[in-house]
């Protein structure tokens, strides 16, 4: 099942990034605000800040790979599975455990952010994290939710 996510992960990196907003859009109206407001805040608040070899920060888009970390693998049913004994409910629930994006929908009945899913997504193991205190790192603050 990880290589099958991968795999999607790596296909849909390559298309184009038009393609991406749009399916990102299809997905979740909410996330498209988000992308356009960040790209937004780069482009017209940061003038005052300098990128590290010191030109100017005028813009600076989302990547493909950043964009491909937010569209939702879709679910679907693996024959060799079923043939295996394991129902499609069964490898629903595998699906969406595999995904902590996912899972934060589903069992904790949040929408997470753009910055917060990125961040959950990311496939390496080790991150370090530079982010603010208000910045809403933590899910259960973010939205109020009780510890299950």
Do not use: C
Not at 16 to 40: N, V
Not at 45 to 70: F, S, V
Not at 89 to 98: S, V
């Amino acid at each position: 099942m990880i290589n099958k996510t991968k795999e999607f992960r790596k296909k849909i990196e390559k298309l184009s990034r038009e393609d991406l907003l749009e399916i990102i859009k299809d997905q979740d109206i909410e996330l498209s605000k988000q992308i356009s407001r960040i790209e937004w805040v780069f482009e017209n608040k940061l003038r005052h800040i300098n990128w590290p070899d010191g030109t100017p920060i005028i813009e600076r888009k989302l990547t493909n790979r950043e964009l491909a970390l937010l569209v939702d693998e879709p679910f679907e049913i693996d024959k060799e599975l079923l043939d295996l004994g394991i129902s499609g409910e069964h490898q629903r629930q595998m699906h969406i455990a595999k995904d902590p994006v996912m899972w934060a929908r589903h069992f904790l009945q949040v929408q997470l952010r753009v910055y917060q899913i990125l961040i959950l997504r990311d496939p390496s193991l080790r991150k370090v994290l530079r982010a603010g205190r208000r910045l809403r790192k933590n899910i259960y603050t973010s939205y109020n939710a009780t510890p299950l």
